[in-house]
């Protein structure tokens, strides 16, 4: 897959998880007490989680090409490791509250 192609689908999973957090956030609204606070802290969790993730995708645009291989890796590692299997789990997590 070339670069350009690369970080499209970078930013469309971005852009999904960002979809997700604003739908939870919707539904959060309709929450009230123990369970909407309990909701509110994990919604928060994932927002610092899509940041850091967020963050690693602009620095990816501006890798150089000689670097970009393994910079690739390195963001598809983080993808398909613990931060996406931590997101899914906090989405989750919020679903179940509701």
């Known amino acids: ?3 350009e192609q690369f970080l499209k689908d970078a930013q469309d999973k971005i ?3 960002t979809e997700k ?6 539904s959060l609204g309709l929450q009230s007490g123990d369970l909407k606070a ?3 802290e994990e919604i928060n ?4 989680n899509k940041s850091a993730l967020t963050e690693k995708f602009e620095a990816l645009k501006s ?8 910079a690739k890796k390195a963001f598809n590692e983080l993808l ?16 179940n509250l509701f």
């Open 1 to 3: 897959m070339d670069k």
């Open 15 to 17: 852009s999904a998880l």
């Open 21 to 26: 957090i604003s739908s939870l956030t919707e």
């Open 38 to 40: 309990k909701a509110q």
């Open 45 to 48: 969790k994932l927002l610092e």
């Open 63 to 70: 890798v150089p090409e000689d670097k970009w291989e393994e």
């Open 80 to 95: 398909s490791g613990n931060t996406e299997g931590l997101l899914q789990k906090g989405i989750d997590a919020v679903k």
